[in-house]
Nanobody, 114 residues
């Protein structure tokens, strides 16, 4: 069973930056896709960004130009660089490998507040 471990969440002021990381615990493998989802209080989980094994990326419109997803296939690690953060980015961020039926992390909290 693959367990994904996220890190890098926290409290940041509006306009600030955070970098999230995610990697499998105790194992490596080659996912087809690596991505990030988020769920804000009272809202459904939504896709934030995804990267394919070939490097192609896709972003939610709300984060385009502010967030950057990148991956290290050799380490099975995915990153999410979040810049110009807004209060509406506050959510629990989940790492995902291989889509909705794939593997999930436990979530890391991101709070954007002054």
């Amino acid at each position: 069973q693959v367990q994904l471990v996220e890190s890098g969440g926290g409290l940041v002021q509006p306009g600030g930056s955070l970098r999230l990381s995610c990697a499998p615990s105790g194992s490596t493998f080659s996912p087809y896709t690596m991505g990030w989802y988020r769920q804000a209080p009272g809202k459904q989980r939504e896709l934030v960004a995804v990267i394919g094994s070939g490097g192609n990326t896709n972003y939610a419109d709300s984060v385009k130009g502010r967030f950057t997803i990148s991956g290290d296939n050799a380490k099975s690690t995915v990153y999410l660089q979040m810049n110009s953060l807004k209060p509406e980015d506050t959510a629990v961020y989940y790492c995902n490998f291989d889509g909705l039926g794939g593997y999930w992390g436990q979530g890391t909290h991101v709070t954007v507040s002054s």
